[in-house]
C-alpha cells in the first residue's frame, strides 16, 4: 500500500525567500509529526497534529516556520525567510493514533543558499 | 528532559563479524523503545518497538533487547546489505507519548 508520501524530494532557495513542503500521509493515519534532521543528527521533533488541529507546536524552532492540516489528511510546513541554518532534511510521519508505531516519508531535502 | 545516546557512532565490520549497538537512554517514564534504520537520502524504517525490560525481539539477522537503563541491537553475521545507520528513540509515558526522542545514530558499514 502507498507510504507516506512528501514532496519535494529537494528544494534549493534563496536565503530569505518563502518555502511550503507537503506531506501526504498514510490514509486513515489521524496523527500527523513533522521531524527536522540536520547531518549526522537524529530527526528532531517540530510539531504534532491530531486530526485538523496542531495538538504539539512546541519543536518549532520560532516564528518563521508554520505548519496545517486544514482537512485532517495533506499537512504543509511552511518557512517564512528563510535561513542558511534552516537548511536539513524535513521528515514527516504518520500513526494510525498518537502513541502507535510512526511512518516516515523520504523526507525533503531543503537547501538554503 | 528525556535524553537518548547511542554508541559508537561508527562500526565498520567485515561480513559475518557479529555485534552489537548501544543505546542508552533517560526519559521520565518509558512508553517504547523504538528502533529505526535508515539508508541514505530515505526515511527512517521501523524495525522494533520495545515496551518492557527483559524484552526481546528478533528480525533476521537483527535481535534487539532492553534493559531499565538501555537497549541493545545484536547483529550476527551481518551482510552488506545491513550497511545503514541505526537509530533508536523513546517515547514516554503521559501527556507527551506521541513524540519521539531520537539519538544521533550509529552508521554501520558491512564490508565483503
Known amino acids: 500500500g502507498a507510504g507516506v508520501s512528501q514532496t519535494p524530494s529537494n528544494k534549493v532557495t534563496e536565503k530569505g525567500k518563502y518555502v511550503e513542503l507537503r506531506c501526504d500521509p498514510i490514509?486513515?493515519?489521524?496523527?500527523l509529526y513533522w521531524y527536522r534532521q540536520s547531518l549526522g543528527q537524529g530527526p528532531e521533533f517540530l510539531i504534532y497534529?491530531?486530526?485538523?488541529?496542531?495538538?504539539?507546536d512546541s519543536g518549532l524552532p520560532n516564528d518563521r516556520f508554520f505548519a496545517v492540516r486544514p482537512e485532517g489528511s495533506v499537512s504543509t510546513l511552511k518557512i517564512q525567510r528563510t535561513e542558511r541554518g534552516d537548511s536539513a532534511v524535513y521528515l514527516c510521519?504518520?500513526?494510525?493514533?498518537?502513541?502507535?508505531?510512526?511512518?516516515f516519508g523520504p523526507g525533503t531535502r531543503l537547501l538554503v543558499l | 528532559e528525556d535524553q537518548v545516546t547511542q554508541s559508537p557512532e561508527a562500526l565498520r565490520l567485515q561480513e559475518g563479524e557479529s555485534s552489537s549497538l548501544n543505546c542508552s537512554y533517560t526519559?521520565?517514564?518509558?512508553?517504547?523503545l523504538f528502533w529505526y534504520r535508515q539508508d541514505p537520502g530515505k526515511g527512517p524504517e521501523f524495525l522494533f518497538t520495545?515496551?518492557?525490560a527483559g524484552e526481546e525481539k528478533e528480525k533476521e539477522r537483527l535481535k534487539a533487547t532492553l534493559t531499565k537503563k538501555e537497549s541493545f541491537l545484536h547483529i550476527t553475521a551481518p551482510k552488506p546489505e545491513d550497511s545503514a545507520t541505526y537509530l533508536c528513540?523513546?517515547?514516554?509515558?503521559?501527556?507527551?507519548?506521541?513524540?519521539?526522542?531520537f539519538g544521533k545514530g550509529t552508521l554501520l558499514t558491512v564490508n565483503p
Open positions: 526519559v521520565s517514564g518509558l512508553r517504547g
Open positions: 528513540a523513546v517515547q514516554a509515558r503521559g501527556g507527551s507519548n506521541y513524540k519521539l526522542t
Open positions: 520495545l515496551y518492557s
Open positions: 510521519a504518520s500513526s494510525l493514533q498518537p502513541s502507535a508505531r510512526a511512518y
Open positions: 490514509s486513515g493515519h489521524t496523527a
Open positions: 497534529f491530531q486530526g485538523t488541529g496542531a495538538a504539539d
